[in-house]
């Protein structure tokens, strides 16, 4: 079964975690960046952001490099402190609709071969061997897989336990989340979360596909570099926050389509009645209801479109899924959309937007009509991986979202 292991974190000091700690580099605008590296010191994006604070490109290795470089500066500063002794980490996130409670550990980068941990979506092997020379390039990892677990009292119990503690750490960001953060450091209880985790039958990869993968291939390849490989070495893990499946958020990606003012109205909904039951809803927000359900913002109208089951086979986990129906239906058979990730045509907005938003880029213009989607389950999710398959581009919009440098696994 899955094995999770504690591990001696490099964290920020309790005075600084706010500052150092971010969110995912990706996830900051060009604005925001500036104003972070300008501004705060001790962000964690000053290690990450080389090219960027340099207004230049910089060669892979040479990035590298200066990472692995201004993150010893960091340590040296004493902006970072590490666990003497090896723990699991207890990460709670408070947004304004959600709290998000699990655990930081090391999960095994050979369950990830044997397939106890499981995964939804393709890997591109570029991306593995970049992200595999960055990890080994730098020799740290900052920003955990999200992986879920089935809910487990056990667990649960302990979770509970904590949180009637002092966190080490409990500090809020401009993004109105709330943080708090303890240390496992019982030998009783970090027993109890390795056994009861050994229980499950797999963990479920909710975010981080690519690091995960590259993780993994790094260990194989570092394993088999090492004449005195024992299994015990810290790069035959990674460093994952495992969450129960009952509090992952999956929000839907919607579709917006450029490029048909040209479609008759009529002639289109003549098309899409073949397979849908076509309501009217006027012109006000409207989004789908249950599984199965479109809506269809195009002219100036909004659509409720849900489907004919009997003209649908559900023939396997996939055709089961509302963007795999809607690209079998609609997007390819009526639009000629074909590829979903280049295609000029086609674009995505995830489900946490405002409802008014996919309205709003039709009525100027941006866009000539919007499919919203009702979001994929967990089981759905789940039924996808077990089978071995992989959903379409742009099936979920996965919460939480993680912070980089909260905590520092060393290879």
């Avoid at 809803?281 to 789908?288: E, I």
């Avoid at 479109?294 to 086979?313: C, G, I, R």
């Avoid at 899924?321 to 074909?338: A, R």
Wanted: net charge neutral; hydrophobic share 35%.
């Amino acid at each position: 079964m899955p094995k999770v292991i504690p591990f001696k974190a490099v964290r920020p000091v309790r005075d600084k975690v706010a500052l150092v700690s971010s969110r995912s580099y990706d996830n900051y605008s060009h604005a925001e960046l500036g104003a972070q590296l300008s501004f705060n010191p001790y962000s964690f994006l000053h290690i990450i952001a080389q090219s960027f604070a340099s207004q230049e490109e910089i060669p892979a290795q040479e990035r590298f490099k200066r990472i692995a470089a201004t993150y010893q500066d960091f340590k040296n500063q004493d902006y970072f402190i590490q666990d003497e002794s090896p723990c699991f980490y207890i990460h709670q996130i408070t947004n304004e609709d959600s709290t998000f409670c699990g655990i930081i550990g090391g999960t095994a980068a050979q369950d990830y071969f044997d397939e106890k941990i499981k995964k939804h979506e393709k890997t591109l092997a570029k991306r593995e061997q970049l992200f595999e020379r960055y990890l080994r390039g730098v020799g740290f990892n900052a920003e955990p897989v999200l992986l879920t677990y089935q809910d487990d009292n056990s667990i649960d119990i302990i979770l509970k336990k904590y949180k009637k503690t002092r966190p080490e750490y409990e500090f809020a960001t401009m993004k109105k989340q709330v943080h708090n953060f303890w240390i496992v450091t019982d030998e009783q209880d970090i027993r109890t979360i390795q056994k009861s985790f050994e229980k499950q039958e797999a963990f479920y990869i909710a975010d981080g596909h690519h690091r995960s993968a590259s993780a993994a291939l790094l260990a194989k390849d570092l394993a088999s570099e090492n004449p005195k490989h024992d299994g015990s070495e810290n790069y035959n893990f990674f460093m994952s926050y495992l969450i129960p499946e009952s509090q992952v958020k999956l929000y839907e990606f919607n579709r917006l389509l450029k490029g048909f003012k040209h479609i008759d109205k009529k002639e289109f909904l003549a098309q899409l009645e073949m397979y849908f039951t076509v309501t009217s809803k006027g012109n006000s927000n409207y989004k789908p209801q249950e599984k199965h359900e479109f809506s269809l913002y195009f002219k100036e109208e909004v659509y409720s479109l849900k489907l004919k089951q009997e003209k649908y086979s559900f023939d396997s986990p996939l055709k089961d899924l509302d963007v795999q129906i809607l690209y079998d239906l609609v997007l390819k058979p009526l639009l000629g959309i074909e590829d979903l990730r280049h295609d000029k045509r086609i674009a995505y907005a995830h489900g946490k937007q405002h409802d008014y938003h996919l309205k709003q880029l039709i009525d100027t213009e941006v866009y000539d009509m919007a499919f919203g989607l009702f979001p994929v389950t967990i089981d759905q999710l789940k039924r996808i991986a077990d089978a071995k398959l992989t959903m379409p581009p742009k099936s979920t919009y996965i919460k939480p979202k993680l912070r980089s440098g909260l905590t520092v696994y060393e290879f």
